[in-house]
């Protein structure tokens, strides 16, 4: 167990370059797509964050072999030796319900325990479930295991419920083996699942639609390997854009993907923070004042719940009060009470919370309870006068990779240090 400890003056303004590490959130499924294939999956830009060990653990013991040196990462699930992930794999991490689909479409059964991962409230995977029981698989849930079983998987016309990045991801992938034609509607558009899509096109994969709501895949016989560039992080840029403007510093971002961000540079600017886009660089100056605003989550290309928790801590310095509408989680604002610790003003009724700006933060002893909560806490660990720790960093590390480091060389004197 580790904690990181911030201290500041209240003052700082965080200034310099700092490179975009992979997606985590895209790089978890094109892992388990391995699981589609006998031939090796060799992946470049990946991130080393605790997710990426995990699920590498959990495709080990299936029978994958995998090789990670540096950021590039070499799979091959030449024989899959176990058709179960048992609750001891996959209870740290909800992306492990990804191995479902692959594993059934090629060996024709999976046992998957229900899977942990951060406590955000219900994430429900009826969604994953009903879709493979269209595309002609038999599953039962007890004891919480998903036990799925099908000789060959059909192709079938399904229509998510609501919009779900997992359920769309682990359902593609299935339907990539089924026979026949699959069209998916109401599919998630998120970035990670595109970039899923187009790995799995390299694969042999025939997929049409691709980053839309509509998508139509051609079963094939059988899937082979392919060379994937894993998506910079958009959350991981988000956090170091709102950085930028919460410390009133001018930040460069390298290795970054603007058009995954539209809609969050787009709420910056109207906070007052001034964003410029070139290529994969993003150069954010922060301003004197801070504006606030409305905020409301919603799916991919809307405002994404995963950047919530960060805005908040910003319009926190906002002069005036804002109100963020959470559509996505009902319970993701745990966040609030370690936030009011430090001296925030924030109200939560229901899915809102009321946010009344310009209010001095100032250090003290907090508890992070999911990843995106750590790095908010974090956040206001930079800008609150004197002493901030920030406990159960290892929500922290399942989605950022160094990012203690990555403060640092922007100016931040923040330190990891034994709990």
């Known amino acids: ?47 080393l964050v605790k ?18 040196r540096r950021n590039s990462l070499t799979l091959q699930a030449e024989k899959i030796l176990s058709a179960e992930a048992s609750y001891e794999l996959v209870r740290a ?40 029981q269209k595309l002609g698989a038999s599953l039962t849930l007890e004891h919480g295991y998903i036990t799925a079983a ?24 299935a339907a990539c083996l089924a026979r026949g034609e699959t069209v998916l509607r109401n599919c998630a558009r998120e970035p990670e699942v595109e970039s899923l899509c187009r790995l799995l096109v390299k694969m042999g994969g025939r997929i049409d639609g691709i980053g839309e709501e509509v998508m139509r895949i051609r079963g094939v016989e059988e899937l082979g390997g392919a060379s994937h560039d894993i998506i910079p992080d958009r959350i991981e840029a988000g956090t170091f854009l709102v950085a930028g403007a919460l410390s009133r510093g001018r930040i460069d971002l390298v290795d970054a993907e603007p058009g995954h961000l539209s809609t969050v540079i787009e709420r910056l600017r109207f906070s007052g923070t001034r964003v410029e886009v070139k290529s994969n660089r993003i150069r954010v100056t922060g301003g004197d004042h801070i ?6 989550t919603s799916p991919y290309p809307g405002f994404p719940t995963d950047m919530q928790a960060q805005f908040m801590v910003l319009l926190t310095q906002a002069g005036g009060a804002s109100i963020i509408t959470e559509t996505i989680f009902e319970r993701r604002f745990s966040h609030v009470n370690e936030l009011l610790r430090l001296g925030a003003n924030i109200e939560v009724s229901g899915d809102k919370a009321t946010v009344r700006g310009r209010t001095p933060l100032s250090g003290a002893e907090v508890m992070a309870t999911d990843l ?8 206001a660990g ?3 006068s004197g002493e901030t720790i920030v406990n159960d960093v290892e929500h922290l590390d399942r989605g950022y990779e160094n990012i203690e480091e990555k403060l640092r060389g922007l100016g931040a004197d923040i330190e990891r240090i034994p709990a």
């Open 93 to 132: 991490m909800r992306a492990s319900i990804l191995v479902l689909g692959p594993m059934l479409a090629r060996s024709g059964k999976a046992v998957v325990a229900l899977p942990g991962g951060c406590a955000i409230g219900t994430r429900p995977i009826d969604l994953h479930m009903s879709g493979l």
């Open 1 to 47: 167990m580790e904690r990181i400890r911030i201290r500041s003056g209240g003052e700082l303004r965080l200034k310099g370059r700092v490179k975009i590490s992979g997606s985590k959130n895209a790089v978890l499924p094109a892992i388990a797509a391995s699981l589609l294939t006998r031939e090796k999956i060799k992946l470049h830009n990946v991130p």
């Open 382 to 384: 930079l800008v609150a």
């Open 372 to 379: 995106r909560a750590s790095a908010s806490l974090v956040l």
């Open 291 to 296: 504006l606030p605003q409305d905020i409301t």
């Open 51 to 68: 997710d990426v060990h995990t699920i590498l653990t959990l495709m080990n013991g299936l029978g994958a072999e995998y090789g990670l």
């Open 150 to 173: 099908a000789t060959r998987l059909q192709g079938a016309d399904i229509t998510f419920e609501k919009k779900t990045v997992g359920g769309t991801e682990n359902i593609v992938m």
